[in-house]
């Protein structure tokens, strides 16, 4: 059993800041990928950020040079800071992380909101 907590997500004017955290706990052997991803209303969950074992990073086009993935290995914890937020960034943002063993099972967070407005 594995079991992801987000927490971070808020109200936050347009052109602020926020952090979001996912800590993993539960049956972890090896963490491989953690990710961010969005779902806003009426739209499709989407990728905005992912990040390796070895700390390698990829970011969608909304996401980069405005969010920072990163990771606590040690704390089983996955990070996203957001700078320079826009209304267009509401969503409820979630977490995943994908183990390294057999069958490479993904894992997801509850989902917290993050809301940009003024």
């Known amino acids: 059993q594995v079991q992801l907590v987000e927490s971070g997500g808020g109200l936050v004017q347009p052109g602020g800041s926020l952090r979001l955290s996912c800590a993993a706990s539960g049956s972890i052997f090896t963490i491989d990928t953690m990710g961010w991803y969005r779902q806003a209303p009426g739209k499709q969950r989407e990728l905005v950020a992912t990040i390796t074992s070895g700390g390698s990073t990829n970011y969608v086009d909304f996401a980069r040079g405005r969010f920072t993935i990163s990771r606590d290995n040690a704390k089983n914890t996955v990070y996203l800071r957001m700078n320079s937020l826009k209304p267009e960034d509401t969503a409820v943002y979630y977490c995943?992380?994908?183990?390294?063993?057999?069958?490479?099972?993904?894992?997801w967070g509850q989902g917290t909101q993050v809301t940009v407005s003024s």
């Open positions: 995943q992380i994908r183990l390294a063993t057999i069958g490479w099972p993904d894992y």
